[in-house]
C-alpha cells in the first residue's frame, strides 16, 4: 500500500483492526483480537485480507502498518559505516533520543515537538484520515544517528505537500549521512507523487538554513521575532523544495 492512497475498508471489522494497530503502532495479535472481542477464526481472515491488501504486515506474532519504504542502504566512509533504512515501531526510543540529541539548545523547533509527538504516542509510524507520518533513520551499529521524517496531511488541498525534518548527531556530522537522509526523504517523496517539502527552522539556526539551501531549497518567507528563547526572539525562516 502506497501511504499516499486514502485508506478505504469494505467490512467494519477489517476497519477496526486497522486502527487499533495503527494507534498502538505494533501489537501482538492476541491483544488486538481480544481488544476487538473478535473469534479467532474471523480474526485471522479479516488480518489475512488486510495483508493482501499491504494495509499490515505481520513480523512473528505481531502486527504493523505496512509501508513502502525500500530497501535498506549501505554507506562508508574513511571514518564510520553507516546504515539508512525505514524506522521501525523499536526504533522508537532510540529515535526520540537522537532528535533530542541532536537538536541540543532547542534551535529546531519543528524537530523538538515532533520528538515530543512521538514520545507521547508511543507511536512511531502513522496513517489515518488526518495525517501520516514515515521515517527513515541512519543507523551506526543498530544505534540511531540520524533521521528523515515525513509528515503528509491527508487534506485534500494539502495532500501535494509534505513536511520534512532532517537531522544527525553532533558527533556524526561531516560523514554525509544529513545529505544522503535528505535524498532518501525527497526521493519517497517524490516516488509517491508529492509535489513540494517544507520546513521551518529558527534564523538562529543558520547551520540548518545553509545545508538545506547547499541542497536546493529555498526560503519562501520569514516570519519576524516568531520564536523566544529565554528572553531572545528569533525569525522563523519558511524553507521549501519544488519535486
Same mark, same amino acid.
Given at each position: 500500500m502506497?501511504?499516499? #492512497?486514502p485508506?478505504?475498508?469494505?467490512?467494519?471489522d477489517?476497519?477496526?483492526?486497522?486502527d487499533?494497530?495503527? /494507534?498502538? *503502532?505494533?501489537v501482538? /495479535?492476541?491483544t488486538v483480537?481480544k481488544?476487538?472481542?473478535?473469534?479467532?477464526?474471523?480474526f485471522?481472515?479479516?488480518v489475512?485480507i488486510?495483508?493482501?491488501?499491504?494495509?499490515?504486515e505481520?513480523?512473528g506474532? %505481531?502486527?504493523?502498518?505496512?509501508y513502502?519504504?525500500?530497501?535498506?542502504? #549501505?554507506f562508508?566512509?574513511?571514518?564510520?559505516?553507516?546504515t539508512i533504512r525505514?524506522?521501525?515501531q523499536?526504533d522508537?526510543?532510540g529515535?526520540?533520543?537522537?532528535?533530542?540529541?541532536?537538536? *541540543?539548545?532547542?534551535?529546531?523547533?519543528?524537530?523538538?515537538?515532533?520528538?515530543?509527538?512521538?514520545?507521547?504516542?508511543?507511536?512511531?509510524?502513522?496513517h489515518?484520515?488526518l495525517?501520516s507520518?514515515?521515517?527513515?533513520?541512519a543507523?551506526?551499529d543498530d544505534?540511531?544517528?540520524g533521521?528523515?521524517?515525513? =509528515?503528509?496531511?491527508?487534506?485534500? =488541498?494539502? /495532500?501535494h505537500?509534505?513536511e520534512?525534518t532532517?537531522?544527525?548527531?553532533?558527533?556524526?556530522?561531516?560523514?554525509?549521512?544529513?545529505?544522503?537522509?535528505l535524498?532518501? *526523504?525527497?526521493?519517497?517523496?517524490?516516488?509517491?507523487?508529492?509535489? =513540494?517539502l517544507y520546513? %521551518?527552522?529558527?534564523s538562529?539556526?543558520?547551520?540548518?538554513?545553509?545545508?538545506?539551501?547547499?541542497? *536546493?531549497?529555498e526560503?519562501?518567507?520569514?516570519r519576524? =521575532?516568531?520564536y523566544?528563547?529565554?528572553?531572545?526572539?528569533a525569525?522563523?525562516?519558511?524553507?521549501?523544495?519544488?519535486?
Amino acid at each position: 500500500m502506497e501511504i499516499t #492512497e486514502p485508506l478505504q475498508f469494505d467490512h467494519a471489522d477489517r476497519r477496526d483492526i486497522y486502527d487499533y494497530v495503527e /494507534s498502538h *503502532g505494533e501489537v501482538k /495479535s492476541d491483544t488486538v483480537r481480544k481488544a476487538l472481542q473478535m473469534e479467532p477464526r474471523p480474526f485471522g481472515h479479516h488480518v489475512a485480507i488486510l495483508q493482501r491488501a499491504g494495509m499490515v504486515e505481520r513480523d512473528g506474532d %505481531s502486527i504493523r502498518i505496512a509501508y513502502e519504504g525500500g530497501d535498506a542502504q #549501505e554507506f562508508e566512509t574513511e571514518e564510520v559505516e553507516y546504515t539508512i533504512r525505514q524506522a521501525k515501531q523499536e526504533d522508537l526510543q532510540g529515535l526520540v533520543g537522537a532528535i533530542r540529541a541532536a537538536i *541540543g539548545s532547542g534551535a529546531y523547533v519543528d524537530a523538538e515537538t515532533l520528538a515530543d509527538i512521538i514520545d507521547n504516542e508511543g507511536v512511531l509510524l502513522r496513517h489515518n484520515e488526518l495525517e501520516s507520518r514515515i521515517f527513515f533513520v541512519a543507523c551506526v551499529d543498530d544505534d540511531v544517528v540520524g533521521w528523515v521524517h515525513l =509528515k503528509h496531511p491527508e487534506i485534500e =488541498k494539502l /495532500s501535494h505537500t509534505a513536511e520534512l525534518t532532517v537531522g544527525v548527531l553532533v558527533q556524526f556530522r561531516g560523514q554525509g549521512i544529513g545529505a544522503h537522509l535528505l535524498e532518501r *526523504g525527497t526521493e519517497w517523496a517524490t516516488d509517491h507523487g508529492y509535489e =513540494k517539502l517544507y520546513n %521551518s527552522v529558527p534564523s538562529t539556526n543558520q547551520d540548518a538554513i545553509d545545508f538545506l539551501e547547499a541542497h *536546493g531549497w529555498e526560503t519562501e518567507a520569514v516570519r519576524e =521575532k516568531h520564536y523566544k528563547f529565554d528572553d531572545e526572539y528569533a525569525d522563523e525562516v519558511m524553507m521549501a523544495k519544488a519535486l
